[in-house]
Every structure is written in structure tokens, then in C-alpha cells.
């Protein structure tokens, strides 16, 4: 029996969140730039979507860019830029023909004007899409989200449009990045990194964190399948007792 059919249907997880890391090292153990790395997980990108769309899984977020990566030396930005319009382009079959829509979280108005324009292209193009929502995060960080969430709440409580003593989880997440989008029940990072590098720090509260040594250019569906597998083998207590959970 192949992984993929070991895999209980009727457990699987809504939301997939994934670190993608380790472009950069598997460019280097081969002695190419690492700018190569980041080429070759264009593939990994296409084929754990179409696994995650095909399984059923509802959204899928994957995080490309961090708020901090622009701090990395300015050719490998512009080149992982050039390389997200290029795919953002060339991508587009493999989104119609798996039903998937393009959507993004992040600061976007301050991606290249390239970038954003090919951005609200694709995602235009693939908005009437409904089997799976891939959500691109894209100058992004888990901060930046938390606190622009607070800036919105403290911009509406000044105007008088809201009493601040409505404020509670419920209500703040109404302002997250994510709000119409539910917590990922399952955060996957590769590259063997154990770190969660300030990727949606409020949705991951009670995640179920799985790290895989491989680097993200190797991961295929397969090891897709094994996270899921792992996760489903997990006992989710959300502060409960194991007696409490049916
Ligand atoms: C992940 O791979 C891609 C991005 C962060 C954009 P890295 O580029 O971080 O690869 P490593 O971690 O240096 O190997
Ligand atoms: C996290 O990976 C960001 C993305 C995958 C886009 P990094 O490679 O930037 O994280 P650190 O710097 O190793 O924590
Ligand atoms: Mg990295």
C-alpha cells in the first residue's frame, strides 16, 4: 500500500502551512549558486500543491518571502523576485487545471511593482477557482501581521468605530491577514531548521508542528504524505485531557 492511500480522508487537515527552507543549501552542496536552489523548488511548489488539491486539503500556505529576507544580498532578491513573476506566469495551467486559487498574505503594496502587478494577475485569473486556496505569503512576517492588526483596531477605536472592549481573540483575528482563512492544523518546515522564523506566530497557537530534514528543493508528495500520516498518528488535546477528546 502506497503512502498516499494510508492516509485517513476523513482526518485530514483543512490548512497545510509550509516553511519552505534549504534552497540555498541544496544549490550549495552542488556547487551552484543559490539562486539554482530556489529554481528547483519551483517543482516542489507544483507538486505539493497538486498532492495537497488532489487529497482534498481546502488551503495551503506557503511561505516565499519573509520580512526579513530582504536583508539578503540584493542579487539573490532580485532574482528570487524575477523568479516569483516568472512562475507566477508560468504557473498559471497548473493552477486552472487543479481548480486552485491564487491568493496572498502579506505586505504586498511594498513587492516590486513587477511582482504585484503579476501577482493581482494570477490572482484575478484564478479567483473563480474552488477546489483549493494556495495562499502565498509573500513580505510577510507573523509581527508585522499582529501589529498592523493593532494598528487597524486602534485607527477604528480613535474614529469612534469601535469599543475597545469589544477586543478579544475572536475579534482581533478579524483584523489578521488570515481572518477569513481558518488556523493550519499542520505546520510542515523542511531543511531540518527547528525554528518557526516569524511565520504566522497567532494562527500556529495550537499547530501541530512537523519538521523534515529534507530540503526543499527533494520534498515531493510523498514526503507530503508522510507529514499527513504523522500528524493523523497525534493526539490534539487543546488543553483537554485524553479522556475528554472523542
Ligand atoms: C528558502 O531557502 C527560500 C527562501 C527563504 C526564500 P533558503 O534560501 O533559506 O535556503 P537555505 O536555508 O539558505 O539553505
Ligand atoms: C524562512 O526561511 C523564510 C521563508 C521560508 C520564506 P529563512 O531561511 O529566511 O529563515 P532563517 O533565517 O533561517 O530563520
Ligand atoms: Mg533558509
Redesign the pocket.
Known amino acids: 500500500m502506497d503512502l498516499k492511500e494510508k492516509i485517513d480522508l476523513a482526518k485530514l487537515p483543512q490548512h497545510i502551512a509550509i516553511i519552505?527552507?534549504?534552497?540555498?543549501?541544496w544549490a550549495k552542496s552542488r556547487g551552484e549558486m543559490?539562486v539554482f536552489?530556489?529554481q528547483n523548488g519551483v517543482e516542489s511548489v507544483r507538486q505539493t500543491s497538486t498532492a495537497a488539491a488532489e487529497l482534498g486539503v481546502k488551503y495551503l500556505t506557503l511561505y516565499?518571502?519573509s520580512t526579513e529576507?530582504w536583508k539578503r544580498p540584493k542579487c539573490e532578491v532580485d532574482a528570487?523576485m524575477n523568479l516569483l513573476v516568472q512562475t507566477l506566469n508560468s504557473e498559471l495551467g497548473t493552477l486552472m487545471d487543479n481548480n486552485i486559487r491564487l491568493r496572498a498574505i502579506g505586505d504586498l503594496t511594498h513587492l516590486q511593482e513587477s511582482c504585484y502587478s503579476q501577482l493581482l494577475e494570477t490572482m484575478g485569473k484564478t479567483s473563480n477557482n474552488n477546489r483549493m486556496d494556495l495562499v502565498l505569503a509573500l513580505n510577510y512576517s507573523g509581527r508585522w501581521e499582529i501589529a498592523e492588526a493593532a494598528r487597524k483596531i486602534a485607527l477604528e477605536v480613535a474614529a469612534g468605530k469601535l469599543d475597545p472592549e469589544s477586543v478579544n481573540p475572536d475579534t482581533f483575528q478579524l483584523y489578521l491577514e488570515t481572518s477569513n482563512i481558518p488556523d493550519p492544523e499542520l505546520l510542515i518546515r523542511t531543511?531540518g531548521e527547528n525554528r518557526i522564523s516569524n511565520f504566522l506566530l497567532w494562527q500556529i497557537a495550537y499547530s501541530e508542528l512537523y519538521f523534515s530534514p529534507r530540503l526543499?528543493p527533494d520534498f515531493r508528495k510523498n514526503d507530503l504524505y508522510e507529514a499527513i500520516l504523522d500528524y493523523q498518528n497525534r493526539e490534539r488535546r487543546f488543553g483537554m485531557i485524553s479522556e475528554q477528546i472523542i
Open positions: 519552505m527552507d534549504g534552497n540555498g543549501r543559490r536552489g530556489h516565499a518571502f529576507n528570487l531543511s526543499w
